[in-house]
C-alpha cells in the first residue's frame, strides 16, 4: 500500500492559535510517511514563493484598494499553486499550508465585505480544480482570539484591525464551513494543546487511512 499525495489546509482568525499545531501535523505525518520516502512540504499564505514571500510583506504592512489587495492574493496564489503545491502533490508528497483561498473569502469577503461573486469568479479562474483534502479552522470567542494579539508585538495590517472585522471573517470562516463540511474540520482552540493533539491525531489518521493505495 502507497499513500497518494493530500493537501491540508489551516485557517482561522488571528490569534486562533492555528500556527502553534502546524510543525506537530507535519512531524507527524511525516514520521508516517516517510518510509515511502514521502516528503511533507509546509507552506504558508500569502507566501510560499519568493515572489509571493515579496508580495507578502506589501500585503500585510500597506493600505491598498480593497480589490488590489484580494487581487494579490489571488496572484500570489497562482504562484503557490503552480510552484509549490501542484508539484509537490504531483510527486505524491504531502502539503500543509498555512492559509488558503478559505483566508480570502473569510478577510476580504467578510472583514472587508468585498462581494463574494468577485471572489468565487477569482476562484474559480486561479484553482477550479483544487480544493484541500482537509481544511482545520481553529475557532475562538473573539475575546480569546483578541486577547492572544494583545500579548504580540509588530502587529501587521489585519492584526490591528477592530473587533467588528474579526467578527465579520470568524463569520464567514464558519459559512465557509458550513457551505463545505466534507472538507472543513472545526477545532475548539480553546482547549488544551493536548485535547487539541488527540482531536488531530483521530482526523489525519483518518486522511491516511483514505490516502492508501494499492501499487
Known amino acids: 500500500m502507497k499513500h497518494s499525495g493530500k493537501f491540508i489546509s489551516f485557517e482561522g482568525i488571528d490569534g486562533a492559535g492555528k500556527s502553534t499545531h502546524i510543525a506537530y501535523v507535519a512531524e507527524r505525518l511525516q514520521k508516517q510517511l516517510q518510509a ?18 515579496t508580495l507578502r510583506e506589501l500585503l500585510l504592512k500597506q493600505k491598498m484598494h480593497l480589490e488590489t489587495e484580494a487581487l494579490l492574493m489571488f496572484a500570489v496564489r497562482r504562484e ?37 461573486d468577485k471572489l468565487n469568479a477569482l ?43 474579526f467578527a465579520a471573517t470568524r463569520k464567514e470562516y464558519l459559512r465557509r464551513a458550513k457551505e463545505f463540511p466534507q472538507r472543513f474540520r472545526i477545532i475548539d482552540s480553546t482547549q488544551s494543546i493536548e485535547a487539541i493533539r488527540l482531536q488531530l491525531d483521530i482526523l489525519l489518521d483518518d486522511l491516511l487511512s483514505s490516502s492508501q493505495q494499492t501499487i
Do not use: M
Not at 499564505?45 to 519568493?50: D, I, K, Q, Y
Not at 500543509?96 to 472583514?111: K, L, P
Not at 482545520?136 to 494583545?150: G, I, K, S, T, Y
Open 123 to 165: 476562484e474559480q479562474w486561479v484553482h477550479p480544480h483544487l480544493q484541500p483534502d482537509l481544511t482545520l479552522l481553529f475557532d475562538v470567542p473573539l475575546e480569546v482570539a483578541r486577547a492572544r494579539l494583545d500579548a504580540t508585538r509588530d502587529l501587521d495590517k489585519f492584526e490591528q484591525e477592530k473587533a467588528d472585522f
Open 36 to 53: 515511502e520516502d514521502v516528503k511533507v512540504i509546509c507552506s504558508r499564505e500569502p507566501g510560499g514563493t519568493p515572489l509571493g514571500e
Open 80 to 116: 503557490h499553486i503552480s510552484q509549490v503545491i501542484e508539484p509537490a502533490l504531483a510527486r505524491g508528497d504531502w502539503v500543509i499550508s498555512d492559509r488558503f483561498t478559505d483566508a480570502s473569502f473569510a478577510y476580504q469577503g467578510g472583514g472587508r465585505n468585498l462581494s463574494l
